[in-house]
């Protein structure tokens, strides 16, 4: 293994985390080499296609991913690419894969040989295949080998210099494999972005994952946890801001840890402190937030300032102590519990979202009755459900299961069936409130045309004049279903 230093805080993993080296931003050499690849690049196409090049970029996973995405498109733009959401129009087009489940990577190599046939009839596509799956040697491995028609592909490590395989590949004919980079990772900073959005913004605050979690990719795939300076991200958000942004969701693997490489300097309470201070009209939001490392003064920080959304995704993952011990999570039950309550004292209305794990090997159905106690104790607004996958290189892909797939397919059918019941019954008690909300767009249902959600995060469809969309407003709820509330917009 090729970590080495300091060792992950659970005794029981020997997983050895490397802090020696500090992770370094990209320098301005660096991006100058790039933008000079994307210059020939442009010049290329503008012969080949007089202009009308497209590119198609598909994403997976989580908001990180997106994030980088937005990276990727930035950099497509610069080489003359004009974008679209149609594959079969494109020229290059480009897989931003997750590694996180084994479904989603089925999903990807599905959707990658879908454009095999274009190929094979001789039309000039590239196609790239990047990010987190791309990261694993197997993986890089087995599209080498069975992949022929894909022609680049480079992990999360090497993503800053995809302009230089795109163009390396252009000019030698041969295919662009690059995973190149260490664990310690870099810190992305002056590369073009195109945003996806208007009125909701991404913003990474710091990169990679220290916890290894044991049934977890992420740490592998992403490297070590380095944090954005300070005023790169001030400078960020204020520039989101001036763009007519109102809500900002800051990203990262544990935002909880936000300075941890750096000695913590400034921690995630204090940056949050300082950004929700910045005048202006606009929320903030911020995940994933590891209960091992939220904090009172993170939930005080919450709660003094308006411009911070009172909604916090905090991942249990379980509610067994034995298997949160097998996961490496460094929390009790209890433990989460309390947190759960201590945040609420500071934020009596406060939402929670977050993400559980059935079927972990070792798990039995008396420890997922504590996992319901958890769902049933604390009442999510919104919880995202997995049935644990097998991911090669973890340390949990080592252990056994006790139960069959079956067994595991009827607990993961009674927490849903449980969360829905829960959904229904959060938001029937909200029928006749009215709240804060950012109309965000269109809804597509014809009765309650305006998408909108309120501040803890859930969707209230509304009726109201589609003028309103990307302005705060207030909304009075009529109507609930276990996924959604529906109202109309009263100021
Ligand atoms: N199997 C199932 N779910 C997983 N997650 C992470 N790794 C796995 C895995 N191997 C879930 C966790 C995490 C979320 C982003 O994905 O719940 O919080
Ligand atoms: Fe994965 Fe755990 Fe890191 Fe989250 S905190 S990315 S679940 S290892």
Same mark, same amino acid.
């Given at each position: 293994?090729?970590?080495? =230093?300091?060792?992950?805080?659970?005794?029981?993993?020997?997983?050895?985390?490397?802090?020696?080296?500090?992770?370094?931003?990209?320098?301005?050499?660096?991006?100058?080499?790039?933008?000079?690849?994307?210059?020939?690049?442009?010049?290329?196409?503008?012969?080949?296609?007089?202009?009308?090049?497209?590119?198609?970029?598909d994403t997976y996973g989580?908001?990180?991913n997106?994030?980088?995405?937005?990276?990727?498109?930035?950099?497509?733009?610069? *080489?003359?690419?004009?974008?679209?959401?149609?594959?079969?129009?494109?020229?290059?087009?480009?897989f931003n894969t997750c590694?996180? !489940?084994?479904?989603a990577e089925?999903r990807v190599?599905?959707n990658?040989?879908?454009?095999?046939?274009?190929?094979?009839?001789?039309?000039?596509?590239?196609?790239?295949?990047?990010g987190c799956m791309?990261?694993?040697?197997?993986?890089?491995?087995?599209?080498?080998?069975?992949?022929?028609?894909?022609?680049?592909?480079?992990?999360?490590?090497?993503?800053?210099?995809?302009?230089?395989?795109?163009?390396?590949?252009?000019?030698?004919?041969?295919?662009?494999?690059?995973?190149?980079?260490?664990?310690?990772?870099?810190?992305?900073?002056?590369?073009?972005?195109? !945003?996806?959005?208007?009125?909701?913004?991404?913003? &990474?605050?710091?990169?990679?994952? @220290?916890?290894?979690?044991?049934?977890?990719?992420?740490?592998?795939?992403?490297? !070590?946890?380095?944090?954005?300076?300070?005023?790169?991200?001030?400078?960020?958000?204020?520039?989101?801001?001036?763009?007519?942004?109102?809500?900002?969701?800051?990203?990262?693997?544990?935002?909880?840890?936000?300075?941890?490489?750096? =000695?913590?300097?400034?921690?995630?309470?204090?940056?949050?402190?300082?950004?929700?201070?910045?005048?202006?009209?606009?929320?903030?939001?911020?995940?994933?937030?590891?209960?091992?490392?939220?904090?009172?003064?993170?939930?005080?920080? *919450?709660?003094?300032?308006?411009?911070?959304?009172?909604?916090?995704?905090? &991942?249990?993952?379980?509610?067994?102590?034995?298997?949160?011990?097998?996961?490496?999570?460094?929390?009790?039950?209890?433990?989460?519990?309390?947190?759960?309550? *201590?945040?609420?004292?500071?934020?009596?209305?406060?939402?929670?979202?977050?993400?559980?794990?059935?079927?972990?090997?070792?798990?039995?159905?008396?420890?997922?009755?504590?996992?319901?106690?958890?769902? #049933?104790?604390?009442?999510?607004?919104?919880?995202?459900?997995?049935?644990?996958?097998?991911? &090669?290189?973890?340390?949990?892909?080592?252990?056994?299961?006790?139960?069959?797939?079956?067994?595991?397919?009827? *607990?993961?059918?009674?927490?849903?069936?449980?969360?829905?019941?829960?959904?229904?019954?959060? @938001?029937?008690?909200?029928?006749?409130?009215?709240?804060?909300?950012?109309?965000?767009?269109?809804?597509?249902?014809?009765?309650?045309?305006?998408?909108?959600?309120?501040?803890?995060?859930?969707?209230?469809?509304?009726?109201?004049?589609?003028?309103?969309?990307? #302005?705060?407003? !207030?909304?009075?709820?009529?109507?609930?279903? &276990?996924?959604?509330?529906?109202?109309?917009?009263?100021?």
């Open positions: 293994m090729f970590f080495n =230093g300091l060792r992950a805080y659970h005794t029981d993993h020997i997983v050895e985390v490397n802090m020696k080296k500090t992770a370094t931003k990209l320098t301005k050499e660096e991006l100058e080499l790039q933008r000079s690849f994307s210059d020939k690049i442009k010049e290329i196409y503008k012969n080949k296609k007089n202009g009308t090049a497209k590119a198609f970029v989580c908001q990180q997106f994030a980088d995405s937005e990276m990727i498109k930035g950099m497509l733009i610069d *080489m003359g690419f004009e974008l679209t959401d149609d594959e079969n129009q494109a020229d290059i087009a480009v590694a996180i !489940r084994e479904h089925m190599l599905g990658v040989g879908k454009l095999k046939q274009r190929k094979k009839s001789g039309d000039d596509l590239v196609i790239v295949v990047c791309a990261q694993q040697e197997q993986m890089k491995d087995k599209i080498l080998k069975s992949y022929p028609y894909v022609d680049i592909l480079f992990g999360t490590y090497a993503l800053y210099t995809f302009p230089e395989l795109f163009y390396e590949y252009l000019t030698e004919k041969k295919r662009a494999f690059d995973i190149s980079g260490d664990e310690t990772g870099r810190i992305f900073e002056g590369i073009h972005l195109e !945003r996806d959005r208007s009125i909701k913004a991404n913003l &990474p605050i710091m990169y990679g994952c @220290n916890n290894f979690c044991t049934y977890c990719i992420v740490p592998y795939v992403r490297g !070590r946890e380095r944090s954005r300076d300070k005023e790169d991200i001030i400078r960020d958000f204020k520039d989101i801001l001036k763009a007519g942004y109102k809500e900002i969701t800051l990203l990262g693997q544990n935002v909880n840890s936000y300075g941890s490489d750096r =000695g913590y300097e400034t921690d995630f309470a204090d940056l949050l402190d300082e950004l929700a201070s910045i005048e202006g009209d606009y929320i903030i939001r911020f995940m994933t937030s590891h209960p091992k490392d939220a904090t009172e003064k993170l939930f005080k920080v *919450m709660a003094k300032h308006d411009t911070i959304a009172k909604q916090l995704h905090l &991942p249990f993952q379980s509610g067994s102590d034995r298997i949160l011990e097998s996961m490496n999570r460094g929390y009790t039950k209890e433990k989460y519990l309390g947190l759960i309550d *201590m945040a609420r004292k500071y934020m009596p209305d406060i939402s929670f979202s977050s993400d559980v794990i059935v079927g972990f090997p070792g798990e039995v159905y008396e420890d997922f009755e504590k996992t319901l106690e958890i769902v #049933k104790t604390v009442k999510y607004d919104q919880l995202f459900t997995f049935i644990y996958s097998r991911r &090669p290189g973890t340390k949990a892909a080592l252990m056994e299961d006790v139960i069959t797939a079956e067994e595991k397919q009827k *607990m993961f059918d009674e927490l849903l069936k449980v969360q829905q019941d829960i959904g229904l019954e959060r @938001n029937t008690a909200e029928i006749g409130k009215t709240f804060k909300t950012l109309v965000d767009g269109e809804s597509f249902d014809e009765n309650f045309p305006l998408s909108t959600h309120i501040e803890g995060g859930r969707l209230v469809k509304a009726k109201g004049d589609k003028s309103l969309i990307g #302005k705060f407003a !207030r909304v009075k709820v009529t109507k609930a279903s &276990p996924h959604a509330l529906f109202g109309e917009i009263v100021e």
